[in-house]
């Protein structure tokens, strides 16, 4: 008994559709689905019976018509395939990461290619979406940008404060340097430096000593603005640079710090630590030739107030 033609590519194409390890989706001009695969099946435990010559968009209402139709539409008018990449946007369909225990994804990354398909007449009725299942990529590639962004951190900041190390702080100042030359927005310098901490070492130790510039660079962070740009610049001392401050400003942050410093009590093995600090202001002027000199200024005011008696700010004339 002969076996019917269609019967038979019908039972091909089944097969070629199941067995293949991507999503396939036709849709036509109305977005009304006309073939879902194995695949779809699959990830979204809806059957071809239940979406056939139904609306894609009712079955996946999360899926943002409007970009997806501004998408597709290339592939109707022009003819020309479309590529969304999951960088763009992580999915089309929003489906569980079929390796739960191997990849840390919540969700399967997706590369999407929209093919137009010509009928007979050569007019594009009909659009077929073929969806990649690229997590491994995306977990690899994000995991690798995630550790180059936490390298780049560690490069830049100070290991025991939180705050800037001193080669990236400096590589900021300059750059406020050269702003300032160009605007005339006043910007200031703070240099400060804790006080006797030689004498703090040598007495309760360097661990003593390192809790010592935890808590002052504690106190600078919460005492200072997020556009502030703080730095350790050498053992105990530190940088703080004031975009876009008046000097006048700046003494009252110093002295709001300067007083918190002292009234601040370090507790260590059982032992009570109390300490100050000295600070030097140094406004921006156009009269400084280099980002040295302002900072020789300010460096200049802080060696005075460790001079005229330590725990007080003096401002660079």
């Known amino acids: 008994m002969a076996v019917d033609s269609s019967l038979e590519e019908m039972h091909w194409k089944h097969d070629l559709l199941g067995s293949i390890e991507v999503g396939i989706v036709v849709l036509d001009k109305n977005y009304n689905v006309q073939v879902w695969n194995q695949f779809m099946e699959n990830h979204s435990s809806i059957v071809p019976g239940m979406i056939q010559d139904k609306n894609l968009f009712e079955f996946f209402p999360e899926i943002d018509q409007h970009w997806f ?57 009909q659009v077929c979406l073929v969806i990649y299942d690229v997590t491994d990529e995306a977990v690899t590639r994000l995991d690798m940008q995630s550790l180059n962004s936490q390298l780049e951190e560690l490069g830049r900041v100070d290991g025991l404060t939180g705050l800037y190390n001193r080669r990236f702080w400096e590589e900021q100042f300059v750059m406020e340097y050269k702003r300032s030359i160009r605007s005339d927005n006043p910007s200031t310098l703070i240099m400060l430096d804790i006080d006797h901490f030689k004498k703090v070492n040598d007495t309760y130790g360097h661990p003593a000593g390192d809790e010592v510039i935890k808590a002052l660079s504690n106190i600078i962070t919460k005492a200072i603005r997020e556009t502030d740009i703080a730095g350790r610049y050498g ?36 032992i009570d630590i109390t300490f100050t600090i000295s600070i030097g202001i140094a406004a921006f002027t156009k009269t400084y030739n280099n980002s040295t000199q302002w900072l020789d200024s300010a460096d200049k005011a802080l060696y005075q107030a460790k001079e005229s008696g330590r725990n007080r700010v003096v401002l660079a004339v």
């Open 69 to 125: 139709t501004s998408k597709a539409a290339p592939a109707f008018s022009l003819k020309s395939p479309v590529f969304i990449i999951w960088e763009q946007r992580p999915y089309l369909f929003h489906f569980d990461c079929n390796r739960p225990i191997t990849s840390q994804a919540n969700f399967m990354y997706q590369n999407i290619t929209i093919f137009p398909l010509a009928s007979l007449t050569g007019k594009v009725e």
């Open 235 to 270: 053992g105990e001392e530190f940088a703080i640079l004031l975009p876009d401050t008046p000097v006048a400003n700046v003494e009252f942050v110093s002295e709001r710090i300067r007083r918190l410093v002292e009234k601040c009590t370090v507790k260590y093995d059982e």
